[in-house]
Protein backbone atom coordinates (compact mmCIF):
# COMPACT_ATOMS: atom_id res chain seq x y z
CA UNK A 1 0.00 0.00 0.00
CA UNK A 2 1.03 3.63 -0.86
CA UNK A 3 -0.24 5.88 2.04
CA UNK A 4 2.43 7.97 2.00
CA UNK A 5 1.68 11.56 3.06
CA UNK A 6 3.96 14.18 1.58
CA UNK A 7 6.88 15.11 2.97
CA UNK A 8 6.47 18.50 2.92
CA UNK A 9 3.72 18.55 5.65
CA UNK A 10 6.43 17.37 7.98
CA UNK A 11 8.67 20.31 7.85
CA UNK A 12 8.41 23.75 9.88
CA UNK A 13 6.20 26.38 8.82
CA UNK A 14 8.25 28.89 6.49
CA UNK A 15 6.71 32.44 7.48
CA UNK A 16 9.04 31.32 10.69
CA UNK A 17 12.00 32.28 8.12
CA UNK A 18 14.85 29.17 8.45
CA UNK A 19 14.11 27.83 11.66
CA UNK A 20 15.98 24.03 11.86
CA UNK A 21 12.84 21.11 12.36
CA UNK A 22 13.67 20.29 16.19
CA UNK A 23 14.36 16.73 15.07
CA UNK A 24 15.81 15.99 11.54
CA UNK A 25 15.94 11.97 11.04
CA UNK A 26 17.79 11.63 7.03
CA UNK A 27 18.37 8.38 5.70
CA UNK A 28 18.90 7.06 9.36
CA UNK A 29 20.50 3.14 9.00
CA UNK A 30 21.88 1.07 11.86
CA UNK A 31 22.80 -2.45 11.44
CA UNK A 32 23.82 -4.89 14.01
CA UNK A 33 25.72 -7.45 12.27
CA UNK A 34 23.42 -9.05 9.37
CA UNK A 35 20.69 -7.55 11.28
CA UNK A 36 19.20 -3.86 9.81
CA UNK A 37 17.16 -2.69 12.94
CA UNK A 38 16.40 1.03 10.77
CA UNK A 39 17.04 0.77 7.08
CA UNK A 40 16.92 4.72 5.20
CA UNK A 41 15.05 5.90 7.78
CA UNK A 42 13.89 9.83 7.45
CA UNK A 43 11.55 11.81 8.70
CA UNK A 44 11.30 15.31 10.66
CA UNK A 45 9.49 17.39 13.66
CA UNK A 46 8.18 20.65 14.19
CA UNK A 47 7.91 22.25 17.32
CA UNK A 48 4.67 22.62 19.12
CA UNK A 49 3.73 18.78 18.08
CA UNK A 50 2.75 15.83 19.73
CA UNK A 51 4.44 12.78 17.46
CA UNK A 52 3.32 9.32 17.83
CA UNK A 53 6.00 6.65 16.73
CA UNK A 54 4.63 4.32 15.98
CA UNK A 55 5.22 0.40 14.88
CA UNK A 56 5.16 -3.53 15.92
CA UNK A 57 7.54 -4.86 17.89
CA UNK A 58 11.03 -4.93 16.88
CA UNK A 59 10.14 -2.46 13.78
CA UNK A 60 13.47 -0.21 15.50
CA UNK A 61 11.52 2.14 17.22
CA UNK A 62 13.71 1.80 20.06
CA UNK A 63 17.14 1.92 18.09
CA UNK A 64 15.94 4.95 16.43
CA UNK A 65 15.39 6.59 19.54
CA UNK A 66 18.93 5.63 21.13
CA UNK A 67 20.75 7.05 17.96
CA UNK A 68 18.62 10.16 18.50
CA UNK A 69 20.18 10.27 22.06
CA UNK A 70 23.74 9.53 21.10
CA UNK A 71 23.50 6.14 22.85
CA UNK A 72 24.26 4.33 19.47
CA UNK A 73 26.08 5.25 16.62
CA UNK A 74 24.25 5.38 12.73
CA UNK A 75 25.89 2.54 10.48
CA UNK A 76 24.70 5.68 7.92
CA UNK A 77 22.93 8.60 7.75
CA UNK A 78 22.04 10.77 10.54
CA UNK A 79 19.64 11.88 13.31
CA UNK A 80 19.94 15.11 14.47
CA UNK A 81 18.32 17.12 17.71
CA UNK A 82 18.24 20.62 16.97
CA UNK A 83 20.73 20.56 14.33
CA UNK A 84 22.98 18.91 16.02
CA UNK A 85 24.18 15.01 17.08
CA UNK A 86 23.56 14.72 20.50
CA UNK A 87 27.02 14.26 22.04
CA UNK A 88 27.79 17.58 20.12
CA UNK A 89 24.94 19.37 22.28
CA UNK A 90 26.04 21.64 24.58
CA UNK A 91 24.29 21.11 27.88
CA UNK A 92 21.56 18.77 26.27
CA UNK A 93 19.97 18.21 29.47
CA UNK A 94 18.32 21.66 28.94
CA UNK A 95 17.41 20.70 25.27
CA UNK A 96 15.96 17.24 25.42
CA UNK A 97 14.60 15.41 27.93
CA UNK A 98 13.87 11.47 27.32
CA UNK A 99 12.40 8.16 29.17
CA UNK A 100 14.00 5.14 27.40
CA UNK A 101 13.38 2.11 29.99
CA UNK A 102 11.06 2.60 33.30
CA UNK A 103 12.87 0.30 35.37
CA UNK A 104 16.53 2.58 34.71
CA UNK A 105 16.94 3.12 38.51
CA UNK A 106 19.32 1.91 41.02
CA UNK A 107 17.04 0.20 43.30
CA UNK A 108 19.05 1.29 46.68
CA UNK A 109 18.67 5.15 45.84
CA UNK A 110 16.25 6.91 46.61
CA UNK A 111 14.38 9.00 44.14
CA UNK A 112 15.51 12.31 45.20
CA UNK A 113 19.13 11.13 45.16
CA UNK A 114 18.46 9.63 41.60
CA UNK A 115 17.47 13.19 40.37
CA UNK A 116 19.81 15.03 42.39
CA UNK A 117 23.17 13.42 40.02
CA UNK A 118 21.50 14.41 37.34
CA UNK A 119 20.93 17.92 38.18
CA UNK A 120 24.62 17.93 39.25
CA UNK A 121 26.16 15.90 35.60
CA UNK A 122 23.23 18.61 33.98
CA UNK A 123 24.86 21.59 36.26
CA UNK A 124 21.21 22.33 36.57
CA UNK A 125 20.21 24.24 39.98
CA UNK A 126 19.16 21.86 42.99
CA UNK A 127 15.43 23.78 43.08
CA UNK A 128 14.86 21.98 39.84
CA UNK A 129 14.77 18.26 41.83
CA UNK A 130 12.02 19.86 43.95
CA UNK A 131 10.50 21.14 40.83
CA UNK A 132 10.09 18.67 39.11
CA UNK A 133 8.97 16.08 42.00
CA UNK A 134 6.03 18.76 42.30
CA UNK A 135 5.40 18.26 38.80
CA UNK A 136 5.06 14.64 39.03
CA UNK A 137 3.49 14.47 42.55
CA UNK A 138 6.58 12.21 43.78
CA UNK A 139 7.10 14.88 46.65
CA UNK A 140 5.93 11.98 49.24
CA UNK A 141 7.95 9.25 48.47
CA UNK A 142 10.81 11.20 47.07
CA UNK A 143 13.42 9.85 49.91
CA UNK A 144 12.08 6.27 49.79
CA UNK A 145 14.22 4.16 47.92
CA UNK A 146 13.29 3.29 44.34
CA UNK A 147 12.63 -0.57 45.30
CA UNK A 148 9.64 0.59 47.56
CA UNK A 149 8.40 1.96 44.21
CA UNK A 150 5.23 1.07 42.29
CA UNK A 151 5.81 0.82 38.29
CA UNK A 152 3.49 3.82 37.57
CA UNK A 153 5.80 5.52 40.08
CA UNK A 154 9.05 5.00 38.50
CA UNK A 155 7.73 6.30 34.65
CA UNK A 156 6.44 9.55 36.74
CA UNK A 157 9.96 9.67 38.46
CA UNK A 158 11.40 8.92 34.66
CA UNK A 159 9.62 11.65 33.54
CA UNK A 160 10.70 14.12 36.57
CA UNK A 161 14.11 13.59 35.15
CA UNK A 162 13.66 13.87 31.58
CA UNK A 163 11.91 17.48 32.52
CA UNK A 164 14.93 18.51 34.92
CA UNK A 165 16.18 20.34 32.56
CA UNK A 166 12.96 21.95 31.39
CA UNK A 167 13.64 20.85 27.85
CA UNK A 168 12.24 21.87 24.70
CA UNK A 169 11.68 18.46 23.07
CA UNK A 170 10.69 15.30 25.01
CA UNK A 171 11.22 11.72 24.01
CA UNK A 172 9.59 8.91 25.17
CA UNK A 173 9.59 5.47 24.46
CA UNK A 174 6.49 3.34 25.50
CA UNK A 175 5.84 5.59 28.33
CA UNK A 176 2.53 4.07 28.62
CA UNK A 177 3.35 0.73 29.48
CA UNK A 178 2.33 -0.12 32.49
CA UNK A 179 0.37 2.74 33.63
CA UNK A 180 -3.06 2.09 35.13
CA UNK A 181 -5.94 4.31 33.76
CA UNK A 182 -5.40 7.56 35.83
CA UNK A 183 -1.65 7.26 35.24
CA UNK A 184 -2.27 6.88 31.28
CA UNK A 185 -4.98 9.77 31.56
CA UNK A 186 -2.40 11.75 33.79
CA UNK A 187 0.20 10.97 31.11
CA UNK A 188 -2.04 12.26 28.22
CA UNK A 189 -3.15 15.58 29.75
CA UNK A 190 0.45 16.20 30.56
CA UNK A 191 1.82 16.11 26.92
CA UNK A 192 -0.85 17.85 25.27
CA UNK A 193 -0.14 20.60 28.34
CA UNK A 194 4.16 20.12 27.19
CA UNK A 195 3.21 20.58 23.69
CA UNK A 196 0.63 23.66 24.20
CA UNK A 197 3.40 25.89 25.47
CA UNK A 198 5.04 25.39 21.98
CA UNK A 199 7.06 22.08 22.69
CA UNK A 200 7.71 19.17 20.73
CA UNK A 201 7.09 15.32 22.03
CA UNK A 202 8.20 12.44 20.44
CA UNK A 203 6.78 8.97 22.08
CA UNK A 204 7.16 5.60 20.76
CA UNK A 205 3.96 3.08 21.19
CA UNK A 206 2.28 0.49 19.78
CA UNK A 207 -0.91 0.88 21.90
CA UNK A 208 -2.53 2.32 19.18
CA UNK A 209 -6.06 3.53 20.85
CA UNK A 210 -3.72 5.08 23.61
CA UNK A 211 -1.76 6.84 20.49
CA UNK A 212 -4.88 8.39 18.62
CA UNK A 213 -5.98 10.05 21.90
CA UNK A 214 -2.73 11.74 22.53
CA UNK A 215 -0.99 12.61 19.16
CA UNK A 216 -1.62 14.97 16.63
CA UNK A 217 1.01 13.74 14.21
CA UNK A 218 2.14 10.53 13.60
CA UNK A 219 5.37 8.61 11.82
CA UNK A 220 4.50 4.50 11.33
CA UNK A 221 7.71 2.03 10.77
CA UNK A 222 7.60 -1.76 10.23
CA UNK A 223 10.81 -3.41 9.61
CA UNK A 224 13.28 -0.21 9.79
CA UNK A 225 11.49 1.63 6.88
CA UNK A 226 9.21 4.53 6.95
CA UNK A 227 5.63 2.95 6.01
CA UNK A 228 3.80 6.43 6.76
CA UNK A 229 4.03 9.38 8.11
CA UNK A 230 1.82 12.68 8.39
CA UNK A 231 -1.32 14.53 10.52
CA UNK A 232 -3.04 12.17 12.42
CA UNK A 233 -6.47 13.84 11.18
CA UNK A 234 -5.09 13.17 7.52
CA UNK A 235 -3.80 9.73 7.90
CA UNK A 236 -7.44 8.63 9.39
CA UNK A 237 -9.62 10.76 7.02
CA UNK A 238 -12.73 8.43 5.56
CA UNK A 239 -13.68 6.90 8.66
CA UNK A 240 -10.53 5.12 9.35
CA UNK A 241 -9.47 4.57 12.59
CA UNK A 242 -5.60 4.55 13.94
CA UNK A 243 -5.75 1.11 13.94
CA UNK A 244 -6.76 0.10 10.59
CA UNK A 245 -4.21 2.32 8.83
CA UNK A 246 -1.66 0.87 10.84
CA UNK A 247 -2.58 -2.80 10.42
CA UNK A 248 -3.08 -2.43 6.71
CA UNK A 249 0.56 -0.16 6.52
CA UNK A 250 2.32 -3.29 8.63
CA UNK A 251 1.02 -5.78 6.62
CA UNK A 252 -0.38 -7.70 9.71
CA UNK A 253 -4.09 -7.39 8.44
CA UNK A 254 -5.87 -10.93 9.92
CA UNK B 1 34.17 17.98 34.63
CA UNK B 2 33.39 19.52 37.83
CA UNK B 3 30.44 18.51 37.23
CA UNK B 4 30.45 15.06 36.17
CA UNK B 5 32.76 14.73 39.47
CA UNK B 6 30.57 15.97 41.80
CA UNK B 7 27.49 13.92 40.39
CA UNK B 8 29.60 10.56 40.63
CA UNK B 9 30.65 11.81 44.34
CA UNK B 10 26.67 11.96 45.12
CA UNK B 11 26.22 8.40 42.83
CA UNK B 12 28.68 6.33 45.23
CA UNK B 13 27.15 8.51 48.50
CA UNK B 14 23.67 7.33 48.13
CA UNK B 15 23.35 3.87 47.90
CA UNK B 16 25.02 1.28 50.18
CA UNK B 17 27.50 -0.12 47.61
CA UNK B 18 30.36 1.55 48.76
CA UNK B 19 29.07 0.79 52.84
CA UNK B 20 28.95 -2.81 52.08
CA UNK B 21 31.78 -3.86 50.45
CA UNK B 22 33.42 -1.87 53.34
CA UNK B 23 31.77 -3.85 56.26
CA UNK B 24 32.68 -6.92 53.93
CA UNK B 25 36.58 -6.47 53.64
CA UNK B 26 36.97 -4.71 57.43
CA UNK B 27 35.71 -8.32 58.47
CA UNK B 28 37.87 -10.44 55.91
CA UNK B 29 40.74 -8.43 57.17
CA UNK B 30 39.74 -9.61 60.74
CA UNK B 31 39.40 -13.57 60.17
CA UNK B 32 42.29 -13.79 57.75
CA UNK B 33 44.62 -11.73 60.24
CA UNK B 34 43.43 -13.85 62.81
CA UNK B 35 43.45 -17.24 61.38
CA UNK B 36 47.04 -16.60 60.41
CA UNK B 37 47.64 -15.41 64.03
CA UNK B 38 47.48 -19.11 64.73
CA UNK B 39 50.60 -20.30 62.77
CA UNK B 40 53.36 -22.00 64.99
CA UNK B 41 55.23 -19.54 67.30
CA UNK B 42 58.45 -20.16 65.87
CA UNK B 43 57.21 -18.91 62.38
CA UNK B 44 55.29 -16.24 62.96
CA UNK B 45 58.13 -14.82 65.32
CA UNK B 46 60.09 -13.96 61.60
CA UNK B 47 59.51 -10.98 60.03
CA UNK B 48 59.40 -11.85 56.95
CA UNK B 49 55.77 -13.64 58.26
CA UNK B 50 54.81 -10.74 60.01
CA UNK B 51 55.12 -8.59 57.10
CA UNK B 52 52.70 -10.99 54.90
CA UNK B 53 50.19 -11.79 58.26
CA UNK B 54 49.80 -7.92 58.31
CA UNK B 55 49.96 -7.37 55.08
CA UNK B 56 46.53 -9.33 54.50
CA UNK B 57 45.14 -5.91 54.89
CA UNK B 58 46.78 -4.56 51.78
CA UNK B 59 45.50 -7.92 50.22
CA UNK B 60 42.08 -7.31 50.46
CA UNK B 61 41.90 -4.01 50.53
CA UNK B 62 43.32 -4.02 46.94
CA UNK B 63 40.77 -6.53 46.38
CA UNK B 64 37.78 -4.50 47.31
CA UNK B 65 38.59 -1.68 45.84
CA UNK B 66 39.33 -3.04 43.07
CA UNK B 67 34.93 -4.70 43.22
CA UNK B 68 33.99 -1.05 44.12
CA UNK B 69 35.90 0.71 41.25
CA UNK B 70 34.23 -2.43 38.77
CA UNK B 71 30.93 -1.92 40.55
CA UNK B 72 30.84 1.71 39.88
CA UNK B 73 30.46 0.89 36.04
CA UNK B 74 28.92 -2.86 36.15
CA UNK B 75 25.78 -1.50 38.76
CA UNK B 76 24.91 1.38 36.08
CA UNK B 77 25.12 -0.85 33.67
CA UNK B 78 23.05 -3.19 35.15
CA UNK B 79 20.38 -1.15 36.35
CA UNK B 80 20.12 0.88 32.94
CA UNK B 81 21.40 4.03 35.02
CA UNK B 82 23.97 4.59 32.24
CA UNK B 83 21.44 6.06 29.67
CA UNK B 84 20.14 8.43 31.89
CA UNK B 85 24.24 9.11 33.18
CA UNK B 86 24.95 9.82 29.44
CA UNK B 87 21.92 11.61 28.67
CA UNK B 88 23.13 14.22 31.05
CA UNK B 89 26.85 13.84 30.50
CA UNK B 90 27.30 12.73 26.69
CA UNK B 91 31.00 13.65 27.01
CA UNK B 92 31.66 9.45 27.89
CA UNK B 93 35.44 9.86 28.68
CA UNK B 94 34.70 12.12 31.22
CA UNK B 95 32.25 10.25 33.04
CA UNK B 96 34.86 7.17 33.21
CA UNK B 97 37.67 9.62 34.83
CA UNK B 98 35.19 10.72 37.22
CA UNK B 99 34.01 7.15 37.85
CA UNK B 100 38.26 6.60 38.19
CA UNK B 101 39.14 9.89 40.58
CA UNK B 102 35.67 8.96 42.67
CA UNK B 103 37.18 5.75 43.17
CA UNK B 104 40.41 5.99 43.31
CA UNK B 105 39.27 8.49 46.29
CA UNK B 106 37.63 6.06 48.28
CA UNK B 107 40.00 2.98 47.42
CA UNK B 108 42.44 4.93 49.82
CA UNK B 109 39.97 5.19 52.43
CA UNK B 110 39.73 1.24 52.29
CA UNK B 111 42.93 0.31 51.70
CA UNK B 112 43.71 3.23 54.73
CA UNK B 113 41.32 1.24 57.17
CA UNK B 114 42.55 -2.22 56.15
CA UNK B 115 45.97 -2.09 56.44
CA UNK B 116 45.75 -0.40 59.62
CA UNK B 117 43.26 -2.61 61.03
CA UNK B 118 45.50 -5.49 59.61
CA UNK B 119 48.25 -4.38 61.60
CA UNK B 120 46.16 -3.66 64.69
CA UNK B 121 45.13 -6.48 64.98
CA UNK B 122 48.07 -8.29 63.91
CA UNK B 123 49.86 -6.86 66.64
CA UNK B 124 47.10 -7.59 69.14
CA UNK B 125 47.40 -11.14 67.84
CA UNK B 126 50.99 -11.36 68.29
CA UNK B 127 50.90 -9.81 71.46
CA UNK B 128 48.55 -12.78 73.22
CA UNK B 129 50.67 -15.31 72.17
CA UNK B 130 53.76 -13.26 73.58
CA UNK B 131 55.82 -12.92 70.30
CA UNK B 132 57.73 -9.93 69.72
CA UNK B 133 56.32 -8.24 66.58
CA UNK B 134 59.90 -7.39 65.03
CA UNK B 135 58.85 -4.66 62.66
CA UNK B 136 59.62 -0.67 63.08
CA UNK B 137 58.01 1.98 62.48
CA UNK B 138 58.85 2.73 58.70
CA UNK B 139 57.03 -0.93 58.25
CA UNK B 140 54.19 0.01 59.77
CA UNK B 141 53.83 2.63 58.04
CA UNK B 142 54.37 1.21 54.62
CA UNK B 143 51.95 -1.57 55.97
CA UNK B 144 49.22 1.35 56.53
CA UNK B 145 49.84 3.86 53.78
CA UNK B 146 51.30 1.76 51.12
CA UNK B 147 47.91 -0.72 51.63
CA UNK B 148 46.02 2.95 50.97
CA UNK B 149 47.82 3.42 47.72
CA UNK B 150 47.72 -0.56 46.63
CA UNK B 151 44.12 0.30 46.89
CA UNK B 152 43.52 3.30 45.43
CA UNK B 153 45.47 1.87 42.40
CA UNK B 154 43.98 -0.98 42.07
CA UNK B 155 40.04 1.17 42.59
CA UNK B 156 41.41 2.49 39.26
CA UNK B 157 42.26 -1.03 37.46
CA UNK B 158 38.86 -1.97 38.95
CA UNK B 159 37.08 0.90 36.69
CA UNK B 160 38.75 -0.01 33.17
CA UNK B 161 37.94 -3.94 34.08
CA UNK B 162 34.33 -2.89 34.77
CA UNK B 163 34.20 -0.45 31.56
CA UNK B 164 35.64 -2.94 29.82
CA UNK B 165 33.47 -6.20 30.47
CA UNK B 166 30.49 -4.30 31.46
CA UNK B 167 28.70 -7.25 32.78
CA UNK B 168 28.78 -7.01 36.29
CA UNK B 169 28.94 -10.71 37.32
CA UNK B 170 31.69 -11.59 35.36
CA UNK B 171 33.84 -8.61 35.94
CA UNK B 172 33.42 -9.17 39.93
CA UNK B 173 34.39 -12.87 39.49
CA UNK B 174 37.10 -12.12 37.16
CA UNK B 175 39.04 -9.46 39.39
CA UNK B 176 38.33 -11.86 42.36
CA UNK B 177 39.67 -15.37 40.79
CA UNK B 178 42.88 -12.63 38.96
CA UNK B 179 43.98 -11.67 42.76
CA UNK B 180 43.26 -14.75 44.47
CA UNK B 181 43.80 -17.76 41.85
CA UNK B 182 45.48 -16.84 38.64
CA UNK B 183 48.52 -14.33 39.38
CA UNK B 184 49.38 -16.88 42.30
CA UNK B 185 49.30 -19.75 39.35
CA UNK B 186 51.29 -17.51 36.67
CA UNK B 187 53.92 -16.43 39.54
CA UNK B 188 54.49 -19.56 40.51
CA UNK B 189 56.38 -22.70 40.17
CA UNK B 190 53.32 -24.51 38.19
CA UNK B 191 54.10 -22.17 35.04
CA UNK B 192 57.20 -20.92 35.66
CA UNK B 193 56.77 -17.58 35.12
CA UNK B 194 58.99 -17.19 38.28
CA UNK B 195 60.44 -13.54 38.58
CA UNK B 196 58.59 -12.11 36.00
CA UNK B 197 56.00 -12.74 38.37
CA UNK B 198 57.26 -9.73 40.43
CA UNK B 199 55.96 -7.51 37.55
CA UNK B 200 52.20 -8.86 37.90
CA UNK B 201 49.71 -6.22 39.11
CA UNK B 202 48.59 -8.19 42.62
CA UNK B 203 52.63 -8.53 43.14
CA UNK B 204 53.07 -4.92 42.55
CA UNK B 205 50.25 -4.10 45.35
CA UNK B 206 52.21 -6.03 47.68
CA UNK B 207 55.32 -4.51 46.76
CA UNK B 208 53.52 -1.35 47.54
CA UNK B 209 53.26 -1.99 51.42
CA UNK B 210 56.92 -3.55 51.84
CA UNK B 211 55.76 -7.34 51.49
CA UNK B 212 58.67 -9.81 50.37
CA UNK B 213 61.53 -7.23 49.53
CA UNK B 214 64.00 -10.22 48.11
CA UNK B 215 61.01 -11.55 45.75
CA UNK B 216 59.39 -7.97 45.31
CA UNK B 217 60.17 -5.13 43.98
CA UNK B 218 60.61 -1.81 45.77
CA UNK B 219 57.51 -0.11 47.45
CA UNK B 220 58.41 3.01 45.00
CA UNK B 221 58.83 0.67 42.04
CA UNK B 222 55.78 -1.30 42.60
CA UNK B 223 54.14 1.73 42.98
CA UNK B 224 54.90 3.06 40.01
CA UNK B 225 54.01 -0.01 38.11
CA UNK B 226 50.77 -0.80 39.47
CA UNK B 227 49.97 3.11 38.38
CA UNK B 228 50.82 2.12 35.26
CA UNK B 229 48.56 -1.00 35.21
CA UNK B 230 45.83 1.53 36.57
CA UNK B 231 46.29 4.12 33.79
CA UNK B 232 46.30 1.86 31.32
CA UNK B 233 42.99 0.05 32.20
CA UNK B 234 41.26 3.18 33.19
CA UNK B 235 42.21 4.33 29.34
CA UNK B 236 41.27 1.56 27.79
CA UNK B 237 38.00 1.52 29.53
CA UNK B 238 37.57 5.47 28.66
CA UNK B 239 37.94 4.53 25.32
CA UNK B 240 35.68 1.02 25.08
CA UNK B 241 32.99 3.66 27.00
CA UNK B 242 33.21 6.22 24.66
CA UNK B 243 32.91 4.19 21.22
CA UNK B 244 30.73 1.60 21.84
CA UNK B 245 26.96 1.55 21.72
CA UNK B 246 24.98 1.79 24.92
CA UNK B 247 22.08 -0.86 24.97
Known amino acids: ?254 | MRAELRAELLRQRSTRTALGLFGAMLGLVLLAVLLHGLLPAESLGETHTQLLVFGRGEFLGALFAALLGAMSITAEIRHGTIRSTFLVSPRRERVVVAKVAVSVLIGAGFGLAAGALGVGVGAAALGARGIDVRLDGGDYALLVFGAAGAAALWAGIGVGVGALVRNQVPALIGICAWLLFVEGLLAGDLVGLGTVGRFLPGAAAAAVSGQDPQLLLAPAEGFVLLASYAAAWALAGAIAMSRRDVG
Open chain 1, 1 to 254: MSERVDERDLLPPPPDGARDPVVTVASLTKRYGDLVAVDDLTFSLRSGTVTGFLGPNGAGKTTTLRVLLGLAEPSGGEALAFGHRYRELEQPARRIGAVLESSDFHPGRSGRDHLRTLALAARLPSSRVDDVLALVELEPAADRRVRTYSLGMRQRLGLAGALLGDPELLVLDEPANGLDPAGVHWLRRFLRRFAERGRTVLVSSHMLAEAAQTVDHVVIIDRGHRVASGRLEELTEHGRTLEDVFLGLTGTTP
